[in-house]
């Protein structure tokens, strides 16, 4: 595990809502993998799926040519 500390915009006195990120990463196996859902799912948030090393390009293209087709 590694961790890393996040200064946000807390220095001028402010309350501002504090947004943090966790990307957990584990070998792919059914029993952890359920485990590792469950727990994420208990929180508030979102949670997105990497897609495999293979797919990374196909997926890149896909949402590059979304954007410019919103544009």
């Known amino acids: 595990m590694f961790t890393n500390d996040f200064v946000g915009d807390q220095a001028d006195g402010l309350n501002r809502n504090v947004?943090?990120?966790?990307?957990?990463m584990f070998w792919?196996?059914?029993?952890i993998r359920?485990?590792?859902?469950?727990i994420c799912d208990s929180f508030?948030?979102?949670?997105?799926e990497v897609?495999?090393?293979h797919e990374i390009d196909?997926?890149?293209t896909k949402i590059t040519?979304?954007?410019?087709d919103a544009r």
């Not at 947004?19 to 957990?24: A, F």
């Not at 040519?65 to 410019?68: P, R």
């Open 34 to 38: 359920d485990k590792i859902l469950r």
């Open 44 to 48: 508030t948030g979102s949670r997105y």
């Open 28 to 31: 792919d196996g059914d029993l």
């Open 58 to 60: 196909n997926v890149i």
């Open 19 to 24: 947004k943090s990120v966790y990307l957990v």
């Open 65 to 68: 040519e979304s954007i410019n």
């Open 51 to 53: 897609p495999e090393m």
